[in-house]
């Protein structure tokens, strides 16, 4: 990890979506943590605001026609996005029932 | 230059009794019952103008609350202070005091549904740096204390730096009280101490408002840092957001304080599962979702063709026997032709439609409320994103089916410009209420009711034309996004509202607020045109036509009798009719742009009919219903068996199917409403939208026509 850490931080993302879990990663009902986020494109960016940061819970529920938009359970709420955004947000996926 | 004798009062020491003394912000996120609770505190004493510039809604209620009234703006909702859409900047504007016409606010009243604390104390904690008094309502109380959702109220008023808290139910008015004493008290109230979440935030905006030589607020420094791109603070950006992004940094500040409060104050039991979760596990599978939507769809257009139709057929032979009581008790004359033919005929066949009208609106405004909307958007954005747009542009466009003013100002929530035209564009091919009676009218009287298996044929020709219009919409959509509107492939993000059971007052009331639009229009725009196409078509009368009729009536009756002579007199009366009809001057224009519309196969009375509905289209059955009446002397027929007993001249039948189904085309397609016209222009705040669209939908409409009569009259 010493690595990746003093590489350019584009580098690591890349590095990330390449080996780690991101939101396209989740099986349906299944939960994760948001770990890291890739916040160059603005839509990621508008994700965020809405609540879409380190740290907070998400759990897929669900795709729509085509397996695309995604909709993902966060708090309470729900929101939906696309695969394409959905990838630039890294999880750690929780236990079932975590 | 004050004038002598006169003398001067501050403007502070006048008090007139009932005037708002301070104007209150109304906040929070889109489906936080934000106007349900704007309504529950206002009442009826609300008025709405425009924002200037602007054609979004102000909403601005006086709240009286015993002592103190206060003046309450219903502001856009909004997820955050970093505007994404046209409403959201105003909502921003309007908090920030910075939006002309409308007073500063002195304190705010945020909004937030306590089963999404998460979204809403994000806004919250924005709001809080206005520093201004605040009073946080937390609606849907029973709807978070049903799923076993337990908030700490004193705890979370502690986090937000004692802001008053006050759970509400604003669909019951539960906790109202508590919620109007905080607001009476908001003006003179200190403002919430502010929490501090990011220090150096803070410090940069104080350095740079010691700097400044404009007096600016802390928040109004701190908005500019994050979403603005002012060269002189670049250096500054730089050392508060290193190579991040200025939103994501604080969307990751903020949302670490929200998660804080929320491990305080929210203590979550496990969800019991409700109907609506039920429904959503359900609905949340590609499969069952798709089918769902689509019979939701069927459904709709179904109950606006049959449960309206028992309703209808009473209308319809009310409006007829009323005409015909007036032709039969009133003597032979130009007032009684003017109230039978012109205004009952007229105005009846409009009134017709009603029925069918308010089963669409209801079905809706359920859609809406319920929160099925946005799950059509989330359904349906893969298949809109191959037309260039996204799933968001299918709210406008469902809403189109009712009626494309709502729907086309329903594209505000689209970020982009050219995404949102687009869409505007497409929204008018949608069929809409208007067009439903003409469609309703030529279906009933010449598509066959039989029944094809379990599927009713003149069903399936409605159905065939909404889609018609479906399709027609997309592909103008897709037209231009790749043609004037090329752009970048519009992102999709978008909150679904969990399913709620709308509330019967709010869809009552918006129900009625549709049918009062539809009778006004019924009894000031239709009943003109009716009126005047009655004075058109019955002017000038001919003496000729009038003495060739007392003639022919006299030799009739001296060589005929019986049976013979009664249809001879019947046959007469038909043709003088018939005459006078086509001298009048709605004839003789009709005759002179008969030719524009004869390879459609229309006579001239479709024609004038036709020319009378652009301004409004359902006028054009108003038209239909006077042109027929007053050239007809079968008083008790209703107009559907007068237009198949329309014939040329030479006899044949005006009313032949293909000459139906190229009608009927044109009507899915042209642009005969002068409203949309007008919402178009001020919504892109350009005439060169409108007039396109206006060329561009007649000309689909009269060439589809044309193809449709030529290729099958064979």
């Known amino acids: 990890m010493r690595m990746v850490i003093i590489c350019d931080q584009r580098i690591a993302l890349g590095f990330r979506r390449l080996y780690a879990m991101t939101l396209t990663s989740l099986q349906r009902g299944q939960k994760g943590v948001i770990r890291a986020i890739d916040t160059t494109d603005p839509t990621v960016q508008r994700l965020m605001v809405l609540g879409l940061v380190e740290g907070a819970e998400v759990e897929y529920s669900s795709a729509a026609i085509g397996g695309d938009p995604l909709e993902f359970r966060l708090f309470g709420s729900a929101i939906s996005l696309r695969k394409e955004h959905a990838r630039h947000f890294t999880v750690s996926p929780l236990p079932d029932g975590g | 230059m004050a004038s002598p004798g006169v003398s001067r009062v501050p403007v502070d020491q006048i008090t007139v009794s009932r005037r708002p003394s301070a104007s209150i912000a109304v906040v929070g996120n889109p489906n936080s019952g934000k106007s349900t609770l704007f309504n529950r505190l206002t009442g009826l004493r609300q008025r709405t103008a425009n924002y200037p510039g602007a054609t979004v809604e102000k909403h601005v209620g006086t709240a009286n609350l ?32 910075r939006m002309p016409g409308t007073n500063p606010p002195a304190g705010i009243l945020a909004v937030v549904d306590m089963t999404n604390l998460y979204q809403g104390l994000f806004l919250v904690q924005q709001l809080m740096e206005l520093e201004l008094p605040m009073v946080v309502a937390l609606t849907m109380s029973d709807a978070a204390s049903a799923s076993g959702l337990r908030v700490d109220i004193d705890s979370l008023q502690a986090r937000l730096g004692g802001a008053v808290v006050c759970p509400v139910v604003a669909t019951t008015g539960q906790g109202m009280n508590a919620l109007r004493e905080a607001l009476a008290a908001l003006p003179e109230s200190p403002m919430p101490d502010l929490p501090v979440f990011w220090p150096e935030l803070n410090e940069a905006a104080e350095k740079l408002a010691g700097e400044s030589k404009v007096a600016m607020r802390r928040i109004e420094i701190e908005r500019e840092l994050i979403d603005g791109s002012d060269e002189k603070l670049a250096e500054i950006r ?22 804080e409060v929320l491990r305080g104050a929210q203590q979550k039991a496990p969800l019991p599962s409700t109907w609506g979760a039920h429904v959503i596990a359900w609905l949340n599978r590609p499969v069952p979702g798709t089918i769902g939507l689509l019979l939701v769809m069927a459904t709709v257009f179904q109950a606006v063709f049959a449960w309206a139709t028992p309703v209808m057929d009473m209308i319809d032979a009310g409006t007829a026997t009323l005409g015909f009581l007036i032709a039969s008790q009133l003597p032979e004359g130009a007032i009684t032709s003017l109230l039978s033919d012109g205004i009952v005929a007229g105005v009846g066949s409009v009134i017709i439609f009603l029925p069918q009208i308010m089963i669409l609106f209801l079905f809706i405004i359920l859609l809406e409320d319920s929160g099925y909307l946005a799950r059509a958007a989330y359904l349906m954005d893969r298949v809109m994103r191959s037309v260039g747009l996204s799933g968001q542009s299918i709210i406008p466009m469902i809403s189109s089916f009712a009626c494309a003013v709502p729907g086309i100002m329903a594209t505000r929530v689209i970020p982009n410009r050219r995404d949102r035209i687009a869409t505007m564009l497409a929204a008018p091919f949608m069929t809409c209420s208007a067009r439903l009676p003409v469609y309703a009218l030529l279906i009933a009287a010449f598509v066959p009711a039989e029944s094809i298996g379990w599927l009713n044929l003149q069903g399936l020709v409605l159905l065939g034309l909404y889609v018609l219009g479906i399709v027609a919409g997309v592909l103008t959509a897709l037209l231009l996004k790749v ?38 229009r019924a009894g000031t725009v239709i009943f003109t045109v009716a009126v005047i196409v009655w004075a058109l078509a019955y002017y000038p009368r001919s003496d000729t036509v009038a003495s060739e009729l007392a003639g022919e009536r006299a030799l009739a009756e001296a060589t005929l009798t019986g049976d013979a002579l009664g249809e001879t007199l019947q046959r007469l009366e038909h043709q003088a009719a018939a005459d006078q009809l086509a001298q009048s001057w709605l004839g003789r224009a009709g005759h002179v742009v008969e030719p524009v519309f004869k390879p459609l196969g229309w006579d001239w009375k479709i024609s004038a009919a036709v020319i009378a509905g652009f301004p409004a289209r359902e006028v054009v059955i108003a038209v239909l219903g006077t042109v027929y009446a007053v050239g007809d002397e079968a008083d008790e027929a209703t107009l559907a068996q007068r237009l198949k007993l329309a014939t040329w001249p030479d006899g044949t039948a005006v009313f032949t199917l293909p000459m139906v189904f190229g009608l009927l085309i044109f009507y899915a397609c042209c642009l005969q409403c002068a409203a949309t016209l007008a919402v178009i222009q001020r919504e892109t705040n350009s005439w060169r939208w409108p007039v396109f669209a206006w060329f561009y939908m007649s000309t689909i409409g009269y060439v589809g026509a044309l193809l449709v009569y030529q290729l099958g009259s064979g």
């Open chain 2, 483 to 520: 043609t004037a509107l090329r752009g970048p492939k519009p992102p999709f993000v978008l909150m679904l509202p969990e399913f709620r059971k709308p509330n019967l007052r709010t869809v009552l009331l918006q129900l009625w607020g549709r049918v009062r639009v539809f009778l006004r």
């Open chain 2, 238 to 259: 730089r050392e508060l957001f290193g190579d991040e992004p200025p939103l994501a940094k604080e969307a990751r500040y903020r949302y670490r304080w929200v998660r």
């Open chain 2, 66 to 97: 015993g002592k103190v009234v206060l003046e309450l703006i219903d502001l856009p909702g909004t997820f955050s202070l970093s505007a994404h859409s046209m409403e959201e900047r105003i909502a921003v504007d309007v908090v920030l005091g």
